[in-house]
């Protein structure tokens, strides 16, 4: 039986053989990358790039629930980017008062 | 003229979707890393701007194999590769990751 289901999820049309899988799968670096720079020098954020990754962020969470079919996995990925964004936008904040 | 703007319009890709929107939001990743290229190197993360090129290069294929094929999303991610590359290649300089050109130089 779980030989079967694996059977569907690898050989599915958006699976792990094709870019459909492994482009929002490798999204979630961008949050590695981000959590790995919560220990930096706050001065060395970038208000901008925080800014506009934080935005597309909700926009593709959006995004990602209105088309068809709904990509859960996008949508996890970009609401966990606007997350780490704010957060590293509040440290930047924090540091500059 | 408006024939062309109507059918760009009221494409499957156009402004009333959100295949449209979405890479509209990706373009302030574009602009905000062209303004990052005036700031000093040492402000360059390592981490996010290695991991931004593997991304968009993933996103450049994604964009061509979706259906609707979204050229749009194709070029946006074209242009932040190339962004990222060079902001990449600033903060390899930095790290002394591209000096060896300057041995040939010394030996003469």
Redesign the interface.
């Known amino acids: 039986m779980a030989s079967s289901k694996f059977q569907a999820f690898w050989n599915h049309p958006a699976g792990p053989k094709t870019i459909h899988f492994w482009a929002p799968t490798f999204k979630w670096c961008l949050n590695v990358a981000n959590v790995a720079d919560f220990v930096k020098p706050p001065e060395e954020i970038s208000y901008p790039q925080q800014l506009a990754l934080g935005c597309s962020g909700l926009i593709w969470a959006r995004y990602s629930m209105v088309i068809t079919p709904k990509n859960w996995n996008l949508f996890s990925v970009s609401s966990a980017l606007a997350v780490t964004c704010t957060y590293q936008i509040s440290r930047k904040i924090r540091y500059a008062r | 003229m408006s024939s062309a703007f109507k059918a760009f319009l009221n494409s499957p890709v156009g402004p009333k979707t ?2 449209f ?2 890479p509209v ?2 373009w ?2 574009i ?3 062209v ?2 290229t005036q ?1 000093p190197p ?2 360059i ?1 390592g ?2 701007t ?3 090129c ?2 968009s290069a ?2 450049v ?2 964009a061509w ?2 259906r609707p094929r979204n050229y749009f999303l194709m070029v946006t991610h074209s242009c932040n590769e190339c962004v990222q590359l060079y902001q990449l290649s600033r903060w390899a300089r930095l790290q002394g990751f591209l000096g060896k050109k300057k041995e040939p130089e010394a030996q003469e």
């Open positions: 959100t295949h929107w979405g939001s990706n302030g990743i602009l905000a890393s303004a990052d700031k040492e402000m993360s981490n996010m290695g991991v931004l593997v991304y993933l996103f294929r994604f194999m979706v």
